[in-house]
C-alpha cells in the first residue's frame, strides 16, 4: 500500500483560511487521492478526492501537484466544527479498500 | 436515508470470549469494510465483504471472522478475546466497482475487553 505523510497536529485561528498538506511520493498513476475527517466520537466522514486535476466542492479545495507527489487540501474559512483529524488517503483497489495513516489533527482556535 | 448503521453502540466482554458486530450499509451500498482503531490511531482495514464473500483482507488473525447477507448487511465475529481487542470498531459501505466515490463510515462500536 502507498504510504503518505502528514504533519501531526496544525492550528488555524477561525474565520482563516487551512491549508493542509500531504506527501505521497511513492504515489502510482492510478492511485486517487482521498481525504477523509475524523470529528470526535465520530466515524470518518468524506471530504474530497481527486486523480489529477484540482477539485473543489461544498467542503473543501483539494490542490494536486502536477508531479502528484503531494497534495493540499484546504479549507476557506476554518470554523470550530472543522477541528478534526484529517487523513489523505491513497485508494487504488475497488471497493475502497483505505489505508490510513496516523492523519493531522487540526485544532482552530475562536 | 439512515446512512451505514452499526450495533450495538458499546460493548463490554471478558478475555476469552467472543463477540459479533453487526453493520448495515447505506441504501444502495454493495460493499461492507471493517476498520479497528484503536485509541490515538487510525482506523486499520480488517476486510472487506462484497457478494458475500471475503474479497480483501488486512493484517489481522483468523480470530477475525466476518460475514456478509443478502442484503447487504454484514457481521464482524471475533473469537477468543484479548485485552488489545479493545477498540472502535467502524463500518464503512461503498460501492464495489467505483473507486472514485466516497465510503460512508458507521458511528461505530466502542468494544471493551476486560
Known amino acids: 500500500d502507498a504510504k503518505t505523510t502528514q504533519p501531526n497536529s496544525m492550528e488555524s485561528n477561525e474565520e482563516e483560511p487551512v491549508h493542509l498538506p500531504c506527501n505521497h511520493s511513492?504515489?502510482?498513476?492510478?492511485?486517487?487521492i482521498h481525504w477523509y475527517r475524523q470529528l470526535p466520537s465520530q466515524g470518518p466522514e468524506y471530504v474530497i478526492h481527486g486523480l489529477t486535476s484540482n477539485v473543489n466542492n461544498r467542503m473543501a479545495s483539494l490542490a494536486i501537484a502536477e508531479d502528484r507527489k503531494s497534495s493540499t487540501l484546504i479549507l476557506h474559512r476554518a470554523t470550530l466544527r472543522d477541528a478534526a483529524v484529517y487523513y489523505c488517503i491513497l485508494s487504488l483497489e475497488y471497493g475502497n479498500k483505505l489505508v490510513f495513516g496516523a492523519g493531522t489533527i487540526l485544532r482552530v482556535k475562536s | 436515508d439512515a446512512g451505514v448503521t452499526q450495533s450495538p453502540t458499546h460493548l463490554i466482554k471478558t478475555r476469552g470470549q467472543q463477540v459479533t458486530l453487526r453493520c448495515s450499509p447505506k441504501s444502495g451500498h454493495d460493499t461492507v469494510s471493517w476498520y479497528q482503531q484503536a485509541l490515538g490511531q487510525g482506523p486499520q482495514f480488517i476486510f472487506q465483504?462484497?457478494?458475500?464473500?471475503?474479497?480483501q483482507r488486512g493484517n489481522f488473525p483468523d480470530r477475525f471472522s466476518g460475514h456478509q447477507f443478502p442484503n447487504y448487511s454484514s457481521e464482524l465475529n471475533v473469537n477468543a478475546l484479548l485485552l488489545g481487542d479493545s477498540a472502535l470498531y467502524l463500518c464503512a459501505s461503498s460501492y464495489y466497482d467505483r473507486r472514485n466515490t466516497e465510503a460512508f463510515f458507521g458511528q461505530g462500536t466502542r468494544l471493551t475487553v476486560v
Open positions: 465483504y462484497y457478494e458475500e464473500e471475503e474479497r
Open positions: 511513492t504515489i502510482s498513476g492510478t492511485d486517487y
